[in-house]
């Protein structure tokens, strides 16, 4: 549900949804990844880089997680 919020720039509707996945099954890899996918789409990079940092800490060997950090790394040095 929060990804699709994200998809449709509900950024407040997304952080309702992540809050509630985290209090039905705690901040799972996929739940951080997420969230941080949601910050760097709205250009929140710090935050962004916390939960892919977070995320990539429980599953190091992720490489959705790998890419993203990648992208948000290049994003860094544009902006």
Request: hydrophobic share 35%.
């Amino acid at each position: 549900m929060a990804a699709s919020y994200d998809r449709i720039r509900r950024f407040d509707l997304a952080d309702q949804a992540y809050a509630q996945a985290i209090r039905l099954g705690g901040e799972t890899v996929q739940v951080l990844n997420d969230q941080g996918y949601s910050y760097m789409l709205r250009g929140n990079l710090g935050a962004a880089r916390r939960k892919f940092e977070k995320a990539y800490s429980l599953d190091p060997g992720n490489p959705v997680i790998a890419n993203n950090l990648e992208l948000l790394n290049g994003s860094r040095r544009y902006h």
